[in-house]
Each structure stands twice: as C-alpha cells, then as structure tokens.
C-alpha cells in the first residue's frame, strides 16, 4: 500500500458538515479510484479519475458528492453536509498497466483508507 | 452488470489445514481477477492477479485458479496459519465497467 497515501485516516464530522478526503498516489500514476465501504457490506465503486479528468462516476452518489484529481496534488473526495449513512471507510486505489498498457486494466492497489465517522 | 459472489460468507479452521474459497462472477468477458486480504480497520492487500488468458496463478502458499467458462475463482491456502486470519475478497475486472468486489469471505484460523 506505500503507493497510495490516503489522509486523514480518521475524520470525525457532525451532520452538516464537509468531509474532504485526499488521495496521494506514487509519482507517475495518473489515475486513481474511489471505493467506499460501508460497516459489514462491501466495497462499492464510485469514482474513476484521471489527471483533470473524470473517467466513470457512475457509483457516486447523485447529491453531495464530488470527485476531482488536479493537474498538482491529490485527488479529492469531498461530501458536502454530511448524513450518518455516510459514515463509512472510503478507500483510494490505483491500477497498475497491464501488458497490453491500458491504464486500468491492471492490478490494483488500495492505500489504507480513511475512516469517517458522522456523529 | 457483473455479479460476483463469494462462498462461504465465513470459514473457521484449526491451524494447519488446507482451505478453499470461492469466488463466482456472472460475466466472463473480463480482463483480470485479484485477490485480495483485509485485516479489520485495514486497507486492502493484493495477494493474487489472474489475467483472463492465464489459468491460475501462485504465491507462497496461495494458489488462485481462474475458470472464466464458468465464471468461477478458488482460493486455495496451504497449511493455513492464524496470521491468516482476515477478510478475503475476490475482484473482478470487467469490459467496461470498473473493479466489482465480491462480499468477501471472513477467515478465522485457530491456533
């Protein structure tokens, strides 16, 4: 997991509140993936990002959620007002080339997530 | 949509014995399967990619098949140990959807 640098690793947030979640992956990596897991359910798809560019969002949640990548820095996962249900482990990942070398094809590797409470 | 499955939900076995876990998905137009393990409150660890054209794949005491036909996956763990204990998750790849887990086997390995 040293490839991927997630932060904070624990957030705690009122109802209301924003919750920001970064993402730091190994120079060199241009794209990275969002999961999310939820307290004894697995890990669910969200967002799919390159550099500048959003790939696939079609796990995100329609309100509240936003997903970006810059050209500098990390990858930002921000909930705007934040509601107990989101109270989750949220988990960055990114893919490897494959032989073929398409960008997200290959083996993927997660960083060790941050955990948001809502209270 | 890809579907991927994992039996059984949860596995307890004493020290040493050899095991099998499964891992079914529901399209096999696919590029790659991986394995992986999570300790409690912990990220996620590879231990195993299976690329669609290969049949199986092995590392240490790990050995991971790939039957794509049948849309099926084994996890086979050797001489299994208690720092094996931990959630074991299978991930699918698939044509132009992105990584879709499957719910995960709990393991526990009692000394």
């Known amino acids: 997991n040293a490839g991927v640098m997630q932060n904070p690793r624990h957030l705690v947030r009122r109802r209301g509140q924003e919750a920001r979640l970064r993402c730091s992956p190994m120079?060199?990596?241009?794209?990275v993936y969002w999961y999310r897991q939820l307290p004894e359910e697995g890990l669910k798809f969200m967002v799919y990002?390159?550099?500048?560019?959003?790939?696939?969002e079609s796990g995100m949640p329609k309100e509240r959620f936003s997903a970006e990548f810059p050209k500098e820095g990390p990858s930002i996962l921000r909930i705007q007002q934040v509601v107990r249900g989101d109270s989750a482990a949220y988990f960055c990942?990114?893919?490897?080339?494959?032989?073929?070398?398409?960008?997200?094809?290959?083996?993927?590797?997660f960083g060790e997530g941050s955990r948001l409470t809502v209270l | 949509k890809q579907e991927v499955t994992q039996i059984p939900a949860a596995l307890s076995v004493p020290e040493g014995e050899n095991l099998v876990l499964n891992c079914s998905f529901t399209?096999?137009?696919?590029?790659?399967l991986q394995w992986f393990r999570q300790d409690p409150g912990k990220g996620l660890t590879s231990l195993l990619l299976?690329?669609?054209?290969?049949r199986e794949q092995t590392s240490g005491r790990l050995n991971a098949s790939l039957d794509k036909s049948s849309g099926r996956s084994t996890l086979y763990i050797a001489a299994s140990q208690p720092g094996d204990s931990a959630t074991y998750l299978c991930?699918?790849?698939?044509?132009?959807?992105?990584?879709?887990f499957g719910p995960g086997t709990r393991l526990s390995v009692l000394p």
């Open positions: 991930a699918v790849n698939s044509y132009g959807q992105n990584f879709v």
């Open positions: 399209d096999s137009a696919i590029y790659n």
């Open positions: 299976i690329q669609s054209s290969q």
């Open positions: 990002l390159q550099k500048e560019n959003i790939i696939d």
């Open positions: 990942a990114i893919s490897e080339l494959s032989p073929r070398g398409a960008p997200n094809t290959g083996e993927l590797f």
């Open positions: 120079k060199g990596h241009s794209h």
